[in-house]
């Protein structure tokens, strides 16, 4: 997994590149620490998914930990882009619950910040 | 599984008088928990292949008899291709001629992947204790789980193959009452100690069916209660998911819930379709004070149900694709094979499948048919 994070007018924009299985996840220079740390948490964030092309178990509790920390300072998270595969594992996780799922990146900044 | 598809190690290698502060060089089979999955390398080298009088020896079907050379050259490792069939691999990228070998670099010989390490003697010991405790606790998880069920109105058999040397996955199954029998599988996030840990304990509370104020039929509300039980932030950031089924003989109803999980799959018995059972809740763990729905389906007489963990379709194939649950359900509706139970025909359709070495991910299915 690879990732950038940018600021996009007030919106922290995380893109996610390659597979987010349980090596990678774990991987000390570009794994879950690492985005949990570079992710502000006091600002609303969305993740680019169109580029990752599968997520594991672990992948999904990165999102889930770092939806969980936005959410205790009144932040939201959303994700968009994500292909069929990675879209049906999010699905069965029921990830809607915690993370707001749309299709573009319009749609997840204008859900962050409504 | 046949006698040539097994895999045994026969090494000549023998450890090496040296001080203990004398670094060796060691191949250590990484799908491999037994504690002599270690060999040293000494300074004449080791060959490996499929039969004697190779130094290390693999039982594989994909090694060569004379299949590779690892030497010793300036303090490092080389390794050499003997024109194998199928080729030796270093991090996934094929040998060809002499290339080294460097330290925390996988060295890949048909299905059989060992890491190099640059270890003292001291190191060894350690390691070797080490491997030893996690073996225990290996056989200790193994020891929960519940035996295979060849009599009754269910029959059940499975395979369970941990990725690391503890896996995440747990399942179990057995009656509640008359007539009323109960299976589930909870696959926590990770693996490793901790994440065995944590099977481990909700293992044991389904099995001894001591939830709290709940009613261990209804899927729904053993669902909540687990969710109130195990919220990741008291668990260490861990959390899991379930599929937890009963099954009621005299009305043929199952009633299910999945926390965060895929669906299992039922096939009738004329093996035309494979159908979903499963519904969508959020994972255990993450959210507290949330309600699990529940569903139900008739069972026809004669069907199957797979349950299985997202470890045994989540694989790359040896062309690269990630699979997702439909090659899965592709596979399970394949013929059956005459004297082969489902459990190990899925087993080997699945490995032959993925890339070799390990797989990605605990691999745990539970196949249960019913009169």
Same mark, same amino acid.
């Given at each position: 997994m690879q990732m950038q994070i940018s600021d996009v007018g007030g919106v922290t924009k995380a893109a996610l590149f390659g597979r987010l299985d349980s090596r990678s996840v774990r991987d000390d220079d570009q794994g879950e620490a690492y985005f949990f740390a570079h992710i502000p948490k006091e600002q609303p964030a969305v993740v680019d998914m169109s580029d990752v092309s599968f997520i594991a178990s672990l992948g999904v509790r990165m999102l889930i930990d770092t939806a969980r920390a936005l959410d205790r300072s009144g932040a939201k998270l959303a994700l968009y882009g994500a292909n069929d595969n990675v879209m049906d594992i999010l699905k069965w996780a029921e990830i809607r619950q915690v993370i707001l799922v749309v299709d573009t990146e319009a749609e997840a900044v204008a859900a962050v910040m409504g | 599984?046949? /006698?040539?598809?097994?895999?045994?190690? %026969?090494?000549?290698?023998?450890?090496?008088?040296?001080?203990?502060?004398?670094?060796?060089?060691? =191949? /250590? =089979?990484?799908?491999?928990?037994?504690?002599?999955?270690?060999?040293?390398? &000494?300074?004449?080298?080791?060959?490996?292949?499929?039969?004697?009088?190779?130094? %290390?020896?693999?039982?594989?079907?994909?090694?060569? !008899?004379?299949?590779?050379? *690892?030497?010793?050259?300036?303090? /490092?490792?080389?390794?050499? @291709?003997?024109?194998?069939?199928?080729?030796?691999?270093?991090?996934?990228?094929?040998?060809? &001629?002499? +290339?080294?070998?460097? *330290?925390?670099?996988?060295?890949?010989?048909?299905?059989?992947?060992?890491?190099?390490?640059?270890?003292?003697?001291? /190191?060894?010991?350690?390691?070797?204790?080490?491997?030893?405790?996690?073996?225990?606790?290996?056989?200790?998880?193994?020891?929960?789980? #519940?035996? #295979?069920? !060849?009599?009754?109105?269910?029959?059940?058999?499975?395979?369970?193959?941990?990725?690391?040397?503890?896996?995440?996955?747990?399942?179990?199954?057995?009656?509640?009452? @008359?007539? +009323?029998?109960?299976?589930?599988?909870?696959?926590?996030?990770?693996?490793?100690?901790?994440?065995?840990?944590?099977?481990?304990?909700? $293992?044991?509370?389904?099995?001894?069916?001591?939830?709290?104020?709940?009613? $261990? !039929?209804?899927?729904?509300?053993?669902?909540?209660?687990?969710?109130?039980?195990?919220?990741?932030?008291?668990q260490a950031g861990l959390f899991f998911t379930i599929w937890y089924g009963v099954y009621d003989a005299r009305t043929r109803r199952l009633d299910y819930a999945c926390g965060g999980q895929h669906p299992a799959l039922l096939v009738p018995p004329d093996r035309s379709q494979a159908i979903p059972v499963g519904n969508r809740n959020l994972v255990i763990g993450a959210v507290p004070g949330i309600g699990f729905k529940q569903a139900s389906i008739d069972v026809p007489p004669g069907a199957l149900i797979y349950l299985f963990s997202d470890g045994v379709f989540e694989i790359t194939d040896r062309t690269g694709r990630q699979w997702n649950m439909s090659d899965l359900e592709r596979c399970i509706l394949e013929p059956r094979v005459e004297g082969v139970g489902e459990t190990e025909r899925l087993f080997h359709t699945v490995r032959e499948a993925a890339v070799p070495g390990p797989l990605e991910d605990d691999f745990s299915l539970v196949v249960a048919q019913f009169d």
């Open positions: - | 599984m046949s /006698e040539t598809e097994q895999t045994q190690i %026969i090494t000549l290698a023998r450890a090496l008088d040296s001080a203990p502060g004398d670094r060796l060089h060691c =191949l /250590e =089979l990484i799908d491999c928990f037994d504690t002599d999955r270690r060999h040293v390398v &000494g300074p004449l080298g080791v060959k490996i292949g499929r039969t004697p009088p190779a130094d %290390i020896v693999l039982l594989d079907s994909e090694v060569s !008899r004379s299949h590779c050379f *690892v030497a010793i050259a300036n303090n /490092e490792l080389m390794v050499s @291709d003997l024109g194998s069939t199928n080729g030796t691999y270093v991090d996934g990228v094929r040998v060809e &001629g002499t +290339v080294p070998l460097p *330290v925390g670099s996988v060295l890949q010989i048909g299905k059989r992947s060992l890491q190099h390490e640059f270890r003292t003697t001291a /190191e060894i010991s350690q390691s070797d204790e080490l491997d030893r405790e996690l073996q225990r606790a290996s056989a200790y998880i193994q020891a929960l789980l #519940p035996p #295979p069920s !060849r009599d009754g109105p269910i029959r059940t058999d499975w395979v369970h193959v941990p990725c690391a040397r503890l896996g995440g996955d747990a399942f179990g199954y057995g009656q509640l009452a @008359d007539d +009323v029998f109960v299976a589930y599988l909870i696959d926590v996030a990770g693996h490793g100690a901790g994440a065995a840990m944590l099977a481990v304990a909700v $293992m044991s509370q389904l099995r001894q069916r001591s939830l709290p104020n709940t009613d $261990m !039929r209804s899927p729904a509300q053993v669902l909540t209660t687990l969710n109130r039980l195990y919220q990741m932030d008291e």
